[in-house]
């Protein structure tokens, strides 16, 4: 199986900075779009960034030019920098990745177990 562990989550001031990490490992023959999601307190989870195998980016509108996502595919990393981080930013943020287990072209979703992201002052 595959195992997503997020890292990074913490309580930061209104205009302050964090950077999330997610690590992929597990019987894992390739990987494709990997990336961030966030769910708040009452509202549906939602896209944040996700990047595929090719480096295509994308980002919700809502967090464009404040957060830059990254993967490094000889590690299975995605990371996600978050600069100017406001109150409606808090959320607990969900990792995921689409893998290919076993080459043979089946694709798998997967979800990390969120880590918290609380802005406040």
């Known amino acids: 199986q595959v195992q997503l562990v997020e890292s990074g989550g913490d309580l930061v001031q209104p205009g302050g900075s964090l950077r999330l990490s997610c690590a992929a490992s597990g019987s894992i023959f390739s990987l494709g779009a990997m990336g961030w999601h966030r769910q708040a307190p009452g509202k549906q989870r939602e896209l944040v960034a996700g990047i595929n195998s090719g480096g295509s980016i994308v980002y919700a509108d809502s967090v464009k030019g404040r957060f830059t996502l990254s993967r490094d595919n000889t590690k299975n990393t995605v990371s996600l920098q978050m600069n100017s981080l406001k109150p409606e930013d808090t959320a607990v943020y969900y990792c995921?990745?689409?893998?290919?287990?076993?080459?043979?072209?089946?694709?798998?979703?997967?979800w990390g177990r969120g880590t918290q992201v609380t802005v406040s002052s």
């Open positions: 995921y990745a689409v893998v290919d287990l076993t080459g043979r072209g089946t694709k798998n979703f997967y």
